[in-house]
C-alpha cells in the first residue's frame, strides 16, 4: 500500500504565499518524477509544476517566477512554494509521482488533494 498525502492548502489574500508539502509512505523502493496539478472549480486538472528525482523541474506558463517545486528523497517529501498568489491560483492541488514498490515498478499514485482559496 503506497499513499501521498496533501497538506498546506488555505485561505490566503491575492499576494500571499504558501506552502505546500505532499508525503509519501507505505512499501516504496523508490520515487521517480513528482509532479503538482490542481483543478479549478469548473475546470479541468491541469499541470502546475513537475521535478525529476535528480531535480530538474518543469512549470506551467503561468506560475512561473512565483511557484518553486522542491523535494526531499531522504524523506519522500514534495514541497510547492507558492508565492504571488492570486484568484486565478484558486483551486484544489493534487500531488502525483511515479512510485516503484516491491511488486510493482513506477506505477502513478495521486494525493487526495488540499484546497487553495486567493481571496480578500
Known amino acids: 500500500q503506497v499513499q501521498l498525502m496533501e497538506s498546506g492548502g488555505g485561505l490566503v489574500q491575492p499576494g500571499g504565499s504558501l506552502r505546500l508539502s505532499c508525503i509519501a509512505s507505505g512499501s516504496i523502493r523508490s520515487i521517480n518524477n513528482m509532479g503538482w496539478y490542481r483543478q479549478p472549480p469548473g475546470k479541468q486538472r491541469e499541470l502546475v509544476a513537475t521535478?525529476?528525482?535528480?531535480?530538474?523541474?518543469n512549470y506551467a506558463d503561468s506560475v512561473k517566477g512565483r511557484f518553486t517545486i522542491s523535494r526531499d528523497n531522504a524523506k519522500n517529501t514534495m514541497f510547492l512554494q507558492m508565492n504571488a498568489l492570486n484568484a486565478d491560483d484558486t483551486a484544489v492541488y493534487y500531488c502525483?509521482?511515479?512510485?516503484?514498490?516491491?511488486?510493482?515498478?513506477?506505477?502513478?499514485?495521486w494525493g487526495q488533494g488540499t484546497q487553495v482559496t486567493v481571496s480578500s
Open positions: 502525483s509521482a511515479y512510485i516503484s514498490t516491491r511488486w510493482v515498478p513506477d506505477d502513478l499514485y
Open positions: 521535478i525529476t528525482r535528480g531535480g530538474t523541474t
